[in-house]
């Protein structure tokens, strides 16, 4: 018997993971969703045909991971599959913005993530999978988008990283990289009818970014990146150097 537990559950890629988990893991005995907007993960908790535990922290606070570690020791769950999908960003010029909307894509892209993980590790299954999800992002520098995409870059790194260390466990760890995808992400983070290069860009579905998220993490995959076209860029962020491709991918 062993459980998923999905972050920023309640609305866009969150919701279409769960969706995916509820077709395709069919032999867990429960899911735990995480957000803000309780009732949001309550109204979705009715379509499951599995058990659901709905927490509803807030993923930049400390005392939030206090109340999962606790929640944790108390049912001491076997985990087979954790979704580190909660993330926000922000379109902005830095000197334009404030620290508080700066940081907050630092504290829950980077440490919600991190500090999740650590908690939720020693309760996870060998056999089992991480998935992080990244953007396409994390391959270069995205003025206008610089700490939302610096904190990718982390994403991705600690995704590579972890995946090392957890090898002798046999668990599995995938950053996800996904481009555009028409999501709440796109109102909160102030780029609807702000910014060129979304309006130029192909979109991703982010009910096939979960299915195939959740495809490529069984099959021990380390970075999946939908659609051709961001493969295509992944590969030039790596061998260009990124003064050469900054102006290309500027938000
Ligand atoms: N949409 C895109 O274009 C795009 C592209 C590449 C990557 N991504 C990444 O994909 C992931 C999912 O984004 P999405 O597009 O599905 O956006 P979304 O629809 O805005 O969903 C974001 C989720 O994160 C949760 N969340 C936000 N702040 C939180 C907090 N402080 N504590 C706990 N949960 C919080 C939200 O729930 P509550 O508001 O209920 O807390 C929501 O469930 C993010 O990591 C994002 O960076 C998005």
Not at 1 to 7: G, K, Q
Not at 66 to 92: F, H, M, Q, T, Y
Request: hydrophobic share 45%.
């Amino acid at each position: 018997m062993s459980i998923a537990i999905i972050t920023g559950a309640s609305a866009g890629l969150g919701e279409a993971f769960f969706d995916s988990l509820l077709e395709r893991e069919t032999d867990l005995s429960g899911i735990w969703l995480i957000a803000r907007r309780a009732e949001r993960l309550e109204e979705m908790a009715v379509r499951s045909s599995v058990p659901v535990k709905v927490l509803s922290l807030d993923l930049t606070d400390k005392a939030s991971f206090r109340a999962l570690e606790e929640c944790l020791a108390a049912e001491k769950p076997a985990v087979r599959i954790l979704i580190n999908n909660a993330g926000v960003g922000e379109l902005a010029n830095v000197a334009d913005s404030d620290w508080a909307t700066q940081t907050r894509m630092v504290d829950l892209n980077c440490g919600g993530l991190t500090a999740v993980t650590t908690a939720v590790l020693p309760y996870m299954q060998a056999g089992g999978f991480i998935v992080n999800v990244a953007s396409i992002a994390a391959f270069a520098p995205n003025a206008r988008m610089t700490v939302y995409s610096s904190t990718k870059a982390y994403v991705l790194s600690f995704s590579k990283g972890l995946r090392e260390e957890l090898r002798a466990r046999r668990i599995g760890v995938l950053a996800v990289c996904p481009g555009p995808m028409d999501t709440e992400f796109l109102t909160v983070a102030n780029i609807t009818g702000h910014s060129k290069t979304f309006q130029r860009l192909p979109y991703c579905n982010p009910v096939k970014v979960a299915k195939g998220a959740l495809v490529k993490a069984a099959a021990g995959q380390a970075v999946y990146t939908p659609r051709l076209f961001f493969k295509f860029y992944r590969v030039l962020a790596k061998v260009l150097p990124h003064n050469w491709v900054m102006p290309l991918c500027k938000t």
